[in-house]
Every structure is written in C-alpha cells, then in structure tokens.
C-alpha cells in the first residue's frame, strides 16, 4: 500500500505536461518524474542514484560493441527462429487453413483454437523449475534447450500427416491439445533461452534485438511463407514462372525443376503442405539442437574489456557480462556497495551475493555459479510480484493490447471472408517482413537511447489509429473486389500500407521498444524467471482478450437464413456461434448485421482513456524508477529503499 501512495505521489508531484502529448513531452516528462523519485518527492533521495535517467547508461555497448557477441547474436536469433514456427503456424497458418476449409470454422471455434497459446502466458508457472533444475555437465540453460528442443522436433516429424489430415475435417479440439503442447515445449524453451540470453550476451540490448528478428522471421516463415507456398494460385502466377525461367537457364535445371504437360509449360499447383512445413520445422529443430551439443559451450571464451588492464580469471569461470545498463553505482570500479551503489563491482551488501552486474544478485545466486532450489526461486518470485512497480508494469501490460483485439484476431479473415483472395494476402505480408525487420532494428537503437517508452508510445498511437481505419478498409471491399475475385490495384494497395503500417511501425515498434525495458530491469539472479514474468504478462496482454472478443463478434452478428426455401428469417447469432457445423449451415445466409464493426468501434473508443490516461501518465513514471525498485533482496526480501 504504501509503494502505491508513492507511485501516485510521484505521479502528481510531476510538472504539468505540455500539449500535445508527442516524444518530446514524453521525454521531458521522464527527467521531471526521475528528478522527484530520486530527491525528496514522496520516497526521498535514493542513496547513490544522481543521474536522473538510470537506464540511459545503458545505450553504449562494452568496448568492441557488437563484434564481440557475433556467436551469440547468430545463436539466440536461431533459437528465437526456432520458437517463432510453432506461433506462426498457431496463430496464424492454422486459423486461416480452418476458415479457408471445405467447412469453415465459425468465430467461436476459431475462439476455441486460440487456447492453444495459452503456454506462452502461463508458463510462469514453471519458469522457476527451469531456473533451478538442471544437469551440471551439460549447463544450466542447455539441460532444457536440447532435450525441449529434440522432443519438439521429433513430435513435429511423427505427427505432420495426422496434423494435416485434422485440419482437413475441422478437428478443432484435437488441434488445440496438440498445438497447446508443442506450444508448452516452445515456451519453456524460450525460459532457458531468455536466462542464457542473460548471462552470455555482454550487451543485453542485443537481446531484444535477436528475439525480434528471430521471432519475426519464424513467424513469418510459418505462416506468410507457408500460406504463399501452400497456395495454388500464387505459386501459379509468380512461382512456377519463376522457376521455368530457371529451367530454360540451366542445362541441369530440368532435372532440379521437371515441368509438366507440354510445350515447356510450367507444373501446376502448391509447392508445400501443411505436413511439409511441420516435417522441415522438424528437421531444423533437430539440426540446431545437434549444432548447441557439439559446438556451443555454455558461457563464451572470458574476454576482458580492451585498455582496461584486466585478467580472465583462472578459475575457468568467465567473469560476469559487461552490461553498462547495470552500471549506475560507479564506474565500474572495485568495492562495497551500499544499498543501491557499487554496482559494478564489489559487494551488493543488502542486495545479497555476489557482486557482478547489477550491485549482487538475488539470493546470491547467478548464471555464472550454481543455479538456486527451485522452491528458492519460487519465494524470489513471489517477492517480485509483490514489488508495487511490478504490480503497476503488470496493470500496464494487461490492459495496452484490448484495443487492438477485433483487429488481430478478425481484421484479415474478414478480409478473406469479403473476397481479397489469399494469395493476395499473402503477397501483402511477404512485403510487410522487410519492413518490419527494419523498424526492429530503428526501434531497438531508440529504445536503447534509455527511454523505451518513447518509441513504444509513438508506435501505440500509430497503431490505434490504423485499428481504426481496418474496419472501413473491410466495408470498402464491396466495391474494391469484383464479383470474380479481382481486386482492384488502389484497394490493394490501400489494404498493404494500412497492414505495413500497423504491423512494422505498430506492432513492432511497440515490441522491440518493450523488450528493450524489460532487459534494462531484468536481473541475472532469477535467470530467465524474471523476463518470463513481464514477457508472460506482456504475451497475457494480447492473448486473454482473443478468445472472449472473438465471441463477441459472433454473439453480436445477426443473420438472416430461409428456412427450406421458404420460411421466415432466423436472425441466429447464437445458434451460429455454437459449432463449426452450425457455421458452415450458415455459410448460405446473408449477415444483417456484423458483429466486426461494433466490438471494433468499441474497443478502439476504450484505447483512446487507456493510452492518454493510464499509459500516457504511467509508463514514464515507471521509467524514471531507480534500479532498486525493481529487486529484492536475500531469500526474497525487498532491497530496502525509501521509495518502498
């Protein structure tokens, strides 16, 4: 209660904003919130924390900057790739083959499939187990990585042809069990690959940076990839062309690219299946998997900074990562820390062991010594959540994404539903993928800048405003798409900007710019627990309001059915959201009136309080908090400071 009254003392203490609202206000408005948390506002002066932006330390890289973690970068962009197929497929390749089916899927079963991704929120659940369980000739974080990652990609290998075969006679409960496990296995790998992140990148700015691109070019691989690839007409009238012109190229090409029929005319139909797809994810599970056995060691070579006159010590044991964001204490100088300084070196004496990056970690436990029980890091993890500035993170978190759930969740298959034909969508997200890589890699430089809240800021704004365009780029289809399928090229185009726009600019920015924070107040001490906490809430964020918006469509949808051929209507908004039988017997009836519309006006009109009066006023406050606010000390206790 008390951290509560603190966090609203500063937040009114805090100079009036100016109008507008924009990235300089939000910049001014960190300094002002920093200067009052750390002197004489509502938690007085926090010993040893002057400057008044304690994550702008963090925007430099260790001496010989990203050269030095060129293995890991390579390493952890791969893992995250590997993560990134099953959420492609889950919660996107899947829906859309289910809707697309002989039998369409309704919204509700569609609902039903998205629990699928649940893992991914509630794998804090068993975060700790990966943190203090392991096998110690193998390494803390590769006991989970090879063996999690093997299971996966044998289970994809037997089960390709049955999950193809399910798809095709809408089995939606016998997919969601099975993408629900093979989800399970992705998120507990992405616990031990979040802690090894920590530990073995000296600059976890990187780290952001490699889940994002990892996790994009999975994604984009497993669903926009896949749907291309799976999907006849496209390969038809870009692919197999494409591959004819090879063929007349190369004397050896014919027998790489066989055309069929006659006449040099190129072969016909898709180029890769569902059971493909999981059959080559298999395979490069697999493949990683033998490449972290044989070659990756647990922690890198030690190599001390240049010019700065030190040792690799003797023990074997690589020194702890050069991390500047935890540098606020000093300049990286040797001796004991009090309760918030020395964090560079020296003992964290209230914060508890040994004192590496971030002034002594929890417990005294950290990646580079012997990992904690896992009841120790479950009574380190309590403790967090009882921190009131995890406790308003979270808030923050869970309420962000509301607004933009009718978007993600039925944006493109109402598109789909309207006449755009896949293909063409697929087209559109294969040229969103350049772009959103490229809005990673700004946003991630922005973000380390200190202030990652400004770029996220920027990129909610952005995206609230295309949610709300999506709704009338849905109406407009009725005169953009002919009645034979042919889309005209300004509804096209209007179609890909929109996309491009809230997927790289939007969604993107808004990732990459909160991985960036998560990192610069993740600690070591509790490995991968830590980041799994707030990535699990952030994930939360964006998953709890699928399934009952999805609903909400199909609730609030009205249609209108001939009963026999004759009779009177039937406006069957609840008897279609019963079952997937019931949507494909309402396949034939003409909709009075759509649910899509009203819950996305009513979820973009909630994003306009919740960005100007919730994140707005909160993100910056929490920002500007000192280090400590973040911690806890030995056997779960607070780390004693007087904002607490």
């Known amino acids: 209660m008390a951290g509560n009254q603190a966090v609203a003392s500063t937040v009114r203490r805090r100079p009036r904003r100016k109008a507008g609202g924009g990235g300089d206000a939000a910049a001014a408005s960190v300094t002002a919130a920093a200067s009052t948390a750390g ?18 330390h963090g925007a430099h890289p260790p001496p010989g900057g990203w050269r030095g973690d060129v293995s890991s970068i390579a390493l952890f962009t791969a893992l995250y790739f590997l993560q990134g197929i099953p959420m492609g497929v889950t919660f996107g390749a899947i829906p859309f083959l289910l809707k697309a089916s002989a039998t369409p899927a309704s919204y509700a079963s569609l609902g039903l499939f998205s629990f699928a991704g649940w893992p991914y929120s509630l794998k804090l659940g068993w975060s700790p187990l990966v943190d203090g369980l392991h096998w110690a000739p193998a390494g803390r974080r590769r006991s ?164 700065s006159g030190a040792v690799a010590p003797a023990t074997g044991v690589p020194p702890p990562p050069r991390d500047a964001l935890c540098n606020n204490g000093g300049s990286g100088g040797g001796g004991d820390g009090d309760d918030s300084g020395g964090r560079s070196g020296g003992d964290g004496s209230d914060n508890g062991g040994n004192g590496g990056v971030g002034g002594g970690h929890v417990g005294g436990d950290s990646d580079d010594g012997v ?131 809230y997927q790289a600019g939007g969604s993107a920015g808004m990732f990459v710019s909160m991985g960036a924070f998560f990192a610069s107040i993740g600690d070591e001490g509790v490995g991968g627990t830590y980041l799994t906490l707030l990535n699990t809430v952030n994930n939360g964020g964006g998953t709890w309001p699928r399934a009952p918006v999805l609903a909400a469509i199909e609730a609030a949808t009205v249609r209108s059915c001939g009963a026999g051929g004759g009779g009177g209507d039937a406006p069957t908004a609840a008897a279609a959201a019963a079952t997937a039988t019931a949507a494909a017997a309402a396949a034939g009836c003409t909709i009075t009136r759509d649910g899509y519309y009203l819950v996305s006006a009513v979820l973009v009109a909630a994003g306009v309080p919740i960005y100007w009066w919730v994140l707005r006023r909160w993100l910056p406050v929490l920002e500007a908090l000192p280090r400590e606010a973040w911690r806890v000390g030995r056997g779960g206790r607070r780390t004693p400071t007087k904002w607490q």
């Open 144 to 307: 989970w990585v090879l063996p999690v990652q093997a299971v996966c990609g044998g289970v994809l290998l037997a089960c390709a042809g049955w999950v193809e075969a399910a798809v095709e006679r809408g089995a939606v409960g016998a997919l969601t069990a099975f993408f629900f496990g093979i989800v399970g296995l992705a998120a507990t790998q992405d616990i031990a690959v979040d802690g090894w992140a920590l530990s073995r990148l000296r600059q976890r700015s990187y780290g952001s940076v490699c889940q994002s691109v990892g996790l994009t070019a999975g994604y984009f691989s497993a669903f926009t990839v896949f749907l291309s690839l799976n999907n006849a007409d496209f390969c038809d009238r870009y692919v197999h062309p494409a591959l004819a012109r090879l063929a007349a190229a190369a004397t050896s090409a014919p027998a790489l690219f066989p055309l069929g029929g006659g006449g040099g005319r190129p072969a016909a139909g898709a180029l890769l299946s569902l059971a493909g797809l999981l059959r080559a994810a298999g395979c490069a599970y697999l493949l990683v998997t033998v490449v972290v056995l044989v070659w990756v060691p647990e922690e890198p070579s030690p190599r001390p900074p240049r010019g």
């Open 39 to 56: 002197g004489g506002g509502a938690g007085g002066k926090v010993h040893g924390t002057s400057p008044p932006d304690p994550f702008a």
């Open 371 to 501: 990992a904690a029980s896992p009841a120790t890091v479950y009574a380190q993890l309590a403790a967090i959540t009882r921190l009131p500035a995890i406790r308003h993170l979270c808030v923050l978190l869970l309420a962000s994404k509301l607004p933009f759930a009718a978007h993600d969740g039925a944006t493109a298959l109402k598109l789909l539903d309207a006449g755009v034909p896949k293909a063409d969508l697929a087209a559109m997200a294969a040229l969103h993928v350049p772009l959103e890589l490229g809005v990673t890699l700004v946003a991630g430089r922005a973000a380390a800048g200190g202030r990652p809240s400004v770029p996220f800021l920027t990129a909610y704004r952005l995206r609230l405003v295309l949610a709300a365009l999506s709704p009338v780029l849905v109406a407009a289809a009725a005169v953009g798409v002919a009645p034979d399928g042919t889309v005209a090229r300004w509804y096209w185009w209007s179609i890909f900007a929109v996309g491009a726009a």
